[in-house]
């Protein structure tokens, strides 16, 4: 059974798709977030980045939606006590504004890079500018991302305030040796969206892409 509701996002039985058992299972779990961390090697990207002027966050956050678009799971979301199913994804990076705070900006999910540039310097630049977050709207599945480019982590693990089921990733400066620069990513997904297996075939995917460039 479906039902449309506002924005024209589509409310779904659990029990007609794939994630009936995690739903039965996880959205009423005190802590249903699962993280897993992974060390990718993001050689291709910084070599792109310097070679084309390219920010290495907005290629990372390419190769992002681009490895979730191929995902089915990806277009599921539990929201409050229901199953969502969106036709569209964005991915949402934290931007440094004017004024010294911090702000979100939703970036649509584009197979062309030069689209996905472009969205990215015009909507992050509006962002930095404004002071204020800029969301595409409830129509969007948004995969969250943040990067503390000045430091470098091994790992995070997101706390869970139970309004923000977003899958999300997290991760800091990559680290380099000899001609090599490998990133450690920890990525964050609620149960019912995604299991421990298709969770990790989507950073395999996300190594994949980032390997073609």
């Given at each position: 059974?479906?039902?449309?509701?506002?924005?024209?996002?589509?409310?779904?039985?659990p029990?007609?798709?794939?994630?009936?058992?995690?739903?039965?299972?996880?959205m009423?779990?005190p802590?249903?977030?699962?993280?897993?961390?992974?060390?990718?090697?993001?050689?291709?990207?910084?070599?792109?980045?310097?070679?084309?002027?390219?920010k290495f966050?907005?290629?990372?956050c390419?190769?992002?939606?681009?490895?979730?678009?191929e995902?089915?799971?990806?277009?599921?979301l539990?929201?409050?006590?229901?199953l969502?199913q969106?036709?569209?994804l964005?991915?949402?990076?934290?931007?440094?504004?004017?004024?010294?705070?911090?702000?979100?900006?939703?970036?649509?999910?584009?197979?062309?890079?030069?689209?996905?540039?472009?969205d990215?310097?015009?909507?992050t630049?509006?962002?930095?500018?404004?002071?204020?977050?800029y969301?595409?709207?409830?129509?969007y599945?948004v995969?969250g991302?943040?990067?503390l480019?000045?430091?470098?982590?091994?790992?995070a693990?997101?706390i869970?305030a139970?309004?923000?089921?977003?899958?999300?990733?997290?991760w800091?400066?990559?680290r380099?040796?000899?001609?090599?620069?490998?990133?450690?990513?920890?990525?964050?997904?609620h149960?019912?969206q995604?299991?421990?297996?298709?969770?990790a075939?989507?950073?395999?995917?996300?190594q994949?892409?980032?390997?073609k460039?």
């Open positions: 059974m479906i039902n449309r509701i506002e924005n024209d996002i589509k409310e779904v039985d029990q007609s798709t794939s994630r009936a058992l995690a739903f039965e299972l996880w009423k779990a802590m249903p977030m699962v993280t897993l961390m992974k060390a990718l090697d993001v050689t291709a990207l910084v070599r792109l980045s310097r070679k084309r002027n390219y966050n907005m290629l990372l390419w190769c992002i939606g681009k490895a979730a678009a995902m089915k799971d990806f277009y599921l539990p929201v409050g006590v229901k969502m969106y036709d569209r964005a991915v949402n990076t934290v931007v440094a504004t004017r004024d010294g705070g911090i702000a979100t900006c939703d970036i649509p999910v584009s197979s062309d890079l030069e689209q996905f540039n472009q990215y310097l015009k909507l630049g509006q962002v930095r500018e404004s002071g204020e977050s969301e595409l709207g409830e129509e599945m995969i991302t943040s990067a480019a000045g430091y470098e982590i091994d790992g693990v997101n869970y139970g309004c923000y089921n977003n899958p999300f990733l997290i800091g400066r990559y380099k040796k000899w001609l090599r620069a490998t990133l450690p990513v920890s990525f964050q997904f149960h019912t995604l299991d421990g297996i298709p969770a075939e989507f950073l395999e995917r996300l994949r892409e980032i390997q460039l």
